[in-house]
């Protein structure tokens, strides 16, 4: 399941990455409408692919471990490792690259990674692997035994922020 997770984190991220390298993040060829933002085109396409509550980019950020994709905060009890999830994730992230790969990885993006795997260490999750870099995208995941909802992830996130 790890391996899931890494490659969720890394699709989101690098949509996230790529929509913010976009200018002004519209995205008239998949709507058909200048005035969208990619991550409403998104959230609209995740509630018509079998997610009626995700959330549109922009609205309150709830307590605890928040994934936010394109401006769009997730509640913690989202699943996304439920296959209804992956499947729209899947559906979703093909209508807001358009097919087109990722950006690069900048050096800065790099080093900001790395620094968060390391703040992660040195606040009580000894075994916070280092991301991986591939094919333009961040990989990111817990190691072994390490449980997203421990105090000590939990508390870790809390200091270090969120990747």
């Known amino acids: 399941m790890n391996t899931l997770m890494a490659a969720l984190a890394a699709g989101v991220l690098a949509m996230a990455v790529a929509a913010c390298g976009t200018g002004s993040g519209s995205s008239s060829a998949a709507t058909g409408a200048a005035d969208d933002s990619a991550g409403l ?3 609209r396409c995740m509630r018509a692919h079998g997610l009626p509550h995700f959330p549109d980019p922009g609205g309150p950020r709830p307590s605890g471990n928040v994934i936010s994709i394109l401006g769009a905060h997730l509640p913690p009890s989202t699943d996304v490792r439920a296959p209804a999830f992956r499947s729209a994730l899947s559906r979703c992230l093909k209508l807001i690259t358009d097919g087109h790969p990722p950006p690069p990885v900048s050096a800065g993006q790099k080093a900001q990674a790395l620094g968060f795997a390391k703040c992660m260490r ?8 280092d991301p ?4 333009g ?3 990111q995941a817990l190691g072994p035994g390490d449980d997203r909802k421990s105090p000590a992830v939990k508390h870790a ?6 990747p």
């Open 122 to 129: 040195d606040h009580g999750v000894p075994d916070f692997p």
């Open 157 to 162: 996130t809390q200091v270090c922020g969120q």
């Open 41 to 43: 085109v998104f959230a």
């Open 137 to 139: 995208r961040i990989g």
């Open 132 to 135: 991986v870099f591939k094919n």
